[in-house]
């Protein structure tokens, strides 16, 4: 199973992003993907996530409001809009997925509850 991300750079604050994760070589008929993110001198920490197929999406508080979780029509790229970005958003993002726990918790889930990963995205925010 390969995740990708892809989208990350610098921009503004107040500016937004548009991040990608894609998926490939996995066999779930039902899995669990999420965002996460790591700051310098930071623990890991979750974002939010998306149980494919239903479409189930789970939010953390400190960014409901700010982002938009949302898949293309082939349901193998996952993307996270970050808006009103401020430097505190500044942070590794990573994409991960689950076949079997990601989901079960809903909200806030451990990282250990995440098999794979992508290698992240950086976000910088001036």
């Known amino acids: 199973v390969q995740l990708v991300e892809s989208g990350g750079g610098s921009v503004q604050a107040g500016g937004s992003l548009r991040l990608s994760c894609a998926v490939s070589?996995?066999?779930?008929?039902?899995?669990?993907m999420a965002w996460f993110r790591q700051a310098p001198g930071k623990e890991r920490e979750w974002i939010a996530s998306i149980y494919r197929p239903g479409g189930n999406t789970f939010a953390d508080d400190s960014v409901r409001g700010r982002i938009i979780l949302s898949q293309n029509s082939a349901k193998d790229t996952l993307y996270l809009q970050l808006n009103s970005l401020q430097p505190e958003d500044t942070a590794m993002y990573y994409c991960a997925a689950d076949p079997f726990l990601g989901c079960l918790r809903g909200s806030i889930p451990p990282d250990n509850d995440f098999t794979y990963w992508g290698q992240g995205t950086q976000v910088t925010v001036s």
């Open positions: 070589g996995y066999t779930w008929s039902g899995y669990c």
